[in-house]
């Protein structure tokens, strides 16, 4: 059966490496920091000027005054520390955050990203995703496989606003793992239950298998 988004996550927490400052967009990417191996130390950093955020508080230890770049509560840890937004945005910006993990609405075959709006919808604003595609050395993008009405969103070219162009490396939905190389995209993974038939039959970007593809 798919992958549930916590399930998505804990994927997601894969590609994470000792030593990495990450950046984990609003949504499901918020899920990650709870599968972070015990083995592999990571620093997260906020966009709102935070850097060593620590797990999401139980109810009897929220500060409301202390949030993450998506206004949710979280807690600090003894090394965290703060600073403006200004100097978030210039490490984000300098190339000093190793990999970002950001939810999509729709992602191209090339690795365009589209994840910030929809035409006639409100929206909050850009937020930091369009500095973190452009700043970050590594991108993986976690999304449902297609949207609520059963249409595809890994399409052959997105017709939302883009954050950013060929961005993507990693693209892990509730179905497969795509990895972005300089042709094609490259199935290497399969969610439980998933044939090939299903991945083909939801897909619209075209994309090649590896020949190592894992099935769970």
Same mark, same amino acid.
């Given at each position: 059966?798919?992958?549930?988004?916590?399930?998505?996550? #804990?994927?997601?927490?894969?590609?994470? #490496?000792?030593?990495? @400052?990450?950046?984990?967009?609003?949504?499901?990417?918020?899920?990650?920091?709870? @599968?972070?191996?015990?083995?592999?130390?990571?620093?997260?950093?906020?966009?709102? +000027?935070?850097?060593?955020?620590?797990?999401?508080?139980?109810?009897?230890?929220?500060?409301?005054?202390?949030?993450?770049? +998506?206004?949710?509560?979280?807690?600090?840890?003894? #090394?965290?520390?703060?600073?403006?937004?200004?100097?978030?945005?210039?490490?984000?910006?300098? +190339?000093?955050?190793?990999?970002?993990?950001?939810?999509?609405?729709?992602? *191209?075959?090339?690795?365009?990203?589209?994840?910030?709006?929809?035409?006639?919808?409100?929206?909050?604003?850009?937020?930091?995703?369009?500095?973190?595609?452009?700043?970050?050395?590594?991108?993986?993008?976690?999304?449902?496989?297609? *949207?609520?009405?059963?249409?595809?969103?890994?399409?052959?070219?997105?017709?939302?606003?883009?954050? +950013?162009?060929?961005?993507?490396?990693?693209?892990?939905?509730?179905?497969?793992?795509?990895?972005?190389?300089?042709?094609?995209?490259?199935?290497?993974?399969? *969610?439980?239950?998933?044939?090939?038939?299903?991945?083909?039959?939801?897909?619209?970007?075209?994309?090649?298998?590896?020949?190592?593809?894992?099935?769970?």
């Amino acid at each position: 059966m798919p992958w549930s988004r916590e399930e998505i996550a #804990q994927r997601a927490a894969e590609e994470l #490496q000792d030593g990495f @400052y990450v950046n984990l967009g609003i949504g499901i990417p918020t899920l990650v920091a709870n @599968y972070i191996p015990d083995n592999v130390q990571v620093i997260l950093e906020s966009e709102n +000027g935070m850097l060593g955020m620590g797990p999401f508080p139980y109810p009897d230890q929220v500060d409301p005054d202390l949030i993450n770049a +998506g206004k949710q509560t979280i807690s600090e840890l003894d #090394q965290t520390s703060y600073f403006s937004s200004a100097d978030s945005f210039a490490m984000i910006r300098g +190339g000093h955050i190793n990999l970002a993990i950001l939810g999509a609405m729709q992602v *191209a075959q090339n690795g365009d990203l589209a994840n910030w709006m929809i035409p006639g919808k409100m929206i909050k604003g850009m937020g930091g995703a369009m500095d973190l595609v452009a700043g970050v050395n590594k991108v993986v993008v976690i999304m449902d496989h297609t *949207a609520k009405d059963g249409s595809p969103k890994f399409l052959k070219s997105c017709d939302l606003p883009l954050t +950013g162009s060929s961005v993507t490396d990693l693209l892990i939905t509730n179905l497969a793992v795509f990895q972005f190389e300089e042709d094609k995209p490259t199935l290497i993974e399969l *969610a439980p239950g998933v044939d090939l038939d299903e991945i083909r039959e939801k897909t619209q970007a075209e994309f090649v298998v590896s020949p190592d593809l894992k099935s769970n």
